[in-house]
């Protein structure tokens, strides 16, 4: 898939034309779309977001991306999930009764009332494990974290990373083809553009 062209997924959650500089950063011209069947035939995808699940999940419904985003997983196509856009892959919400995308089972809770919220700022992310996204990427590094929720996956194997805020959540969950960081590598300088670089060149290309 060399020269693969990544789709970058804009369903209104925000955040997007940052996604797109980092990676105009590393060379590639991504590509912006809300069109299902652009998604549908997308070779590599960033499914990014902020804000909240219902409004989200109601604007993909609307624009016919549920099914093609379901169907991108399934069939395969790397995939990187930021923020927003790991919290909607699992089942359901607290933040609101529509159900997510139900890609990988569990549900996304409120972080715990004895912490400020959002929990906005760097914080360290420590890896159970390694993938390639995260080649020379060291257990603890820094991130950068914008949210109140936060995913909690059934499946404990498919956590690979995690970051204490009042807790100890979820802040990588990976599956097969799928990666999805809590965090924002946009936002989170050279380690987070090596994360994007690591998905393009160790997902995509392989």
Same mark, same amino acid.
């Given at each position: 898939?060399?020269?693969?062209?990544?789709?970058?997924?804009?369903?209104?959650?925000?955040?997007?034309?940052s996604?797109?500089?980092?990676?105009?950063?590393?060379?590639?011209?991504?590509?912006?779309?809300?069109?299902?069947?652009?998604?549908?035939?997308?070779?590599?995808?960033?499914?990014?977001?902020?804000?909240?699940? =219902? @409004?989200?999940?109601?604007?993909?419904? /609307?624009? #016919? !991306?549920?099914?093609?985003?379901?169907? *991108?997983?399934?069939?395969?196509?790397?995939?990187?999930?930021?923020?927003?856009?790991l919290?909607?892959?699992?089942?359901?919400?607290?933040?609101?009764?529509?159900?997510?995308?139900?890609?990988?089972?569990?549900?996304?809770?409120?972080?715990?009332e004895?912490?400020?919220r959002?929990?906005?700022?760097?914080?360290?992310?420590?890896?159970?494990?390694?993938?390639?996204?995260?080649?020379?990427?060291?257990?603890?590094?820094?991130?950068?974290?914008?949210?109140?929720?936060?995913?909690?996956?059934?499946? =404990? @194997?498919?956590?690979?990373?995690?970051? /204490?805020? #009042? !807790?100890?959540?979820?802040?990588?969950? *990976?599956?097969?083809?799928?990666v999805?960081?809590?965090?924002?590598?946009?936002?989170?300088?050279?380690?987070?553009?090596?994360?994007?670089?690591?998905?393009?060149?160790?997902?995509?290309?392989?």
């Amino acid at each position: 898939m060399t020269g693969a062209r990544v789709t970058i997924v804009d369903y209104g959650a925000g955040n997007v034309r940052s996604v797109a500089k980092a990676i105009e950063k590393l060379g590639r011209t991504p590509h912006v779309t809300g069109n299902p069947d652009d998604v549908s035939s997308a070779e590599a995808i960033i499914f990014p977001g902020q804000g909240a699940s =219902e @409004s989200a999940m109601t604007t993909l419904s /609307e624009r #016919g !991306l549920v099914e093609p985003l379901r169907e *991108v997983i399934a069939g395969g196509v790397p995939f990187f999930g930021v923020c927003l856009g790991l919290q909607l892959l699992l089942d359901t919400s607290e933040e609101g009764p529509s159900p997510c995308l139900g890609v990988a089972p569990g549900r996304v809770r409120l972080l715990p009332e004895q912490v400020k919220r959002p929990h906005m700022g760097w914080n360290r992310v420590d890896l159970l494990g390694d993938h390639s996204v995260f080649r020379g990427v060291e257990s603890g590094s820094y991130f950068y974290f914008v949210h109140s929720y936060y995913a909690d996956p059934e499946n =404990e @194997s498919l956590v690979l990373g995690t970051t /204490e805020y #009042g !807790l100890q959540f979820c802040s990588v969950l *990976v599956r097969d083809n799928l990666v999805a960081t809590q965090f924002h590598p946009e936002k989170s300088g050279a380690l987070g553009l090596r994360l994007y670089e690591n998905f393009l060149s160790n997902m995509v290309e392989a």
